[in-house]
């Protein structure tokens, strides 16, 4: 199938490689169904969302362990009927990014901002996703420096 984006133009993505968000994520309901891209031959540690309705709705998405974070929550039985998630090893979870550029009188201000209150499960084995609302700190998140 044919997706189009603004990054890339048009991106060829296999139909079992695109991922279902039944609810679409918050504030975007209308967009159900994603790809994970990358610039093609790059082994980026962050993907980008692509939505397959609207070239505008795209978001740059990493592992949480990519960023030095040991990242745990629980989903409720909803969340895990959504997802028809029967083995938890079959659930990636990632966390949206942003750059920051930051203040002009504070360049320590810029840097890359990751969402943990909100992030995005993905059942691999049968192609669905949701995004996690976090509304309180319930979590376990341990951050580990790097040697």
């Excluded at 938890?88 to 009188?105: F, Q, S």
Aim: hydrophobic share 45%; net charge negative.
């Amino acid at each position: 199938m044919k997706i189009e984006s603004q990054l890339f133009g048009t991106v060829d993505v296999a139909e079992d490689k695109v991922i279902e968000f039944p609810a679409g994520l918050p504030g975007f309901e209308h967009c159900k169904r994603f790809a994970m891209v990358q610039e093609e031959g790059s082994q980026a540690q962050v993907f980008l969302l692509q939505s397959a309705e609207d070239p505008a709705v795209v978001f740059s998405i990493t592992s949480p362990q990519t960023l030095g974070v040991n990242y745990e929550f629980s989903l409720s039985d909803d969340e895990v009927a959504t997802l028809k998630l029967a083995n938890p090893a079959d659930a990636l979870v990632m966390v949206i990014v942003r750059k920051e550029e930051g203040d002009a009188n504070n360049p320590a201000s810029a840097g890359l901002r990751a969402n943990f209150m909100g992030p995005i499960v993905i059942n691999v084995s049968a192609r669905l996703g949701l995004q996690k609302v976090i509304t309180k700190l319930g979590c376990d998140v341990t951050l580990r420096a790097e040697a």
